[in-house]
Nanobody, 117 residues
Framework: QVQLVESGGGLVQPGGSLRLSCAASGGIFSIYGMGWYCQAPGKQRELVAGITRGLSTAYADSVKGRFTISRDNAKNTVYLQMNGLKPEDTAVYYC???????????WGQGTQVTVSS
């Protein structure tokens, strides 16, 4: 049974930093893409950043230059370093991992990030 366990959310002041982590376990197939989406109240879930198994990355325009995604393939773990946080970054952040050749997407439980003074 696939599980994605997230950690690292919380409350931070504007301009502050947080580091999210997400560890995947239980799959018998290789993990391809991993990454993070966010969902603010009343809005659709949207992609924040993604990273391939070969470590190619992609970012939403709103976070370029502030957020950095990375992964440790040996640990099946993806990270999101969030710097220069803004109130508009406030959302629930969900990690995902794509398993197998068909790239079935599994999701973490979500972690709340709140940016407020």
């Amino acid at each position: 049974q696939v599980q994605l366990v997230e950690s690292g959310g919380g409350l931070v002041q504007p301009g502050g930093s947080l580091r999210l982590s997400c560890a995947a376990s239980g799959g018998i197939f290789s993990i391809y893409g991993m990454g993070w989406y966010c969902q603010a109240p009343g809005k659709q879930r949207e992609l924040v950043a993604g990273i391939t198994r070969g470590l190619s990355t992609a970012y939403a325009d709103s976070v370029k230059g502030r957020f950095t995604i990375s992964r440790d393939n040996a640990k099946n773990t993806v990270y999101l370093q969030m710097n220069g946080l803004k109130p508009e970054d406030t959302a629930v952040y969900y990690c995902y991992a794509e398993f197998g050749a068909t790239k079935v997407k599994y999701w973490g439980q979500g972690t709340q990030v709140t940016v407020s003074s």
